[in-house]
T-cell receptor
Framework: DQQVKQNSPSLSVQEGRISILNCDYT??????FLWYKKYPAEGPTFLIS?????DKNEDGRFTVFLNKSAKHLSLHIVPSQPGDSAVYFC????????????FGDGTTLTVKP | DTGVSQDPRHKITKRGQNVTFRCDPI?????LYWYRQTLGQGPEFLTY????????KSRLLSDRFSAERPKGSFSTLEIQRTEQGDSAMYLC??????????????FGPGTRLTVL
């Protein structure tokens, strides 16, 4: 049973527009959520995170929204840039899990110039 | 701080051979994780160390897999009697044991294993 799901394998947006990447989770014990970005031939790189005590966290062009009742989070990138083209992984961890993360399968974002 | 490094970056081996991968974490990070990633999937947790102690192992880690972190610094992951199903990217990550960033993992570039 996959506990973290990213139902859209790919997303294509025009430069300057908003990119919205979605993630759903099933485990109620998760209380910390992260987004990682991965370029080809590199390991994932941390992008932004949110604790379950918040419903929004913003860092520059990146905003993560958390809806605990729906067990859903989303990553908004605005404005999108061609350099944002990468695979984005949603990850979740729980208190007492020693930071171990459960990852979704990723969404490939393509930002067209 | 040069980040997390992994060696080798690529490994091609024949079925039945043993392979060993090395990970050098960020020096001040107490925690070290191994993940496996196959095509089209996200990283799957394999095992985790805090300093030299291996505190958790996934059921994905069969008895052919063994990991060590002898002095609480670098770590090795060995796969014995490799099978074609072991072909994957093996990722190492590290994180501090406490502080604001303890949930954030810093990943290495990975070792891509191909078993023929």
């Amino acid at each position: 049973d996959q506990q973290v799901k990213q139902n859209s394998p790919s997303l294509s947006v025009q430069e300057g527009r908003i990119s919205i990447l979605n993630c759903d989770y099933t485990n109620s014990m998760f209380d910390y959520f992260l987004w990682y970005k991965k370029y080809p031939a590199e390991g994932p790189t941390f992008l932004i995170s949110i604790s379950s005590i918040k419903d929004k966290n913003e860092d520059g062009r990146f905003t993560v929204f958390l809806n605990k009742s729906a067990k859903h989070l989303s990553l908004h990138i605005v404005p999108s840039q061609p350099g944002d083209s990468a695979v984005y992984f949603c990850a979740a961890s729980g208190t007492g899990n020693a930071g171990k993360s459960t990852f979704g399968d990723g969404t490939t974002l393509t930002v067209k110039p | 701080d040069t980040g997390v490094s992994q060696d080798p970056r690529h490994k091609i081996t024949k079925r039945g051979q043993n392979v060993t991968f090395r990970c050098d974490p960020i020096s001040e990070h107490n925690r070290l994780y191994w993940y496996r990633q196959t095509l089209g999937q996200g990283p799957e947790f394999l095992t985790y160390f805090q300093n030299e102690a291996q505190l958790e192992k996934s059921r994905l880690l069969s008895d052919r897999f063994s990991a060590e972190r002898p002095k609480g610094s670098f770590s090795t992951l060995e796969i014995q009697r490799t099978e074609q199903g072991d072909s994957a990217m093996y990722l190492c990550a590290s994180s501090p044991a406490s502080g604001r960033k303890y949930n954030e993992q810093f990943f290495g570039p990975g070792t891509r294993l191909t078993v023929l």
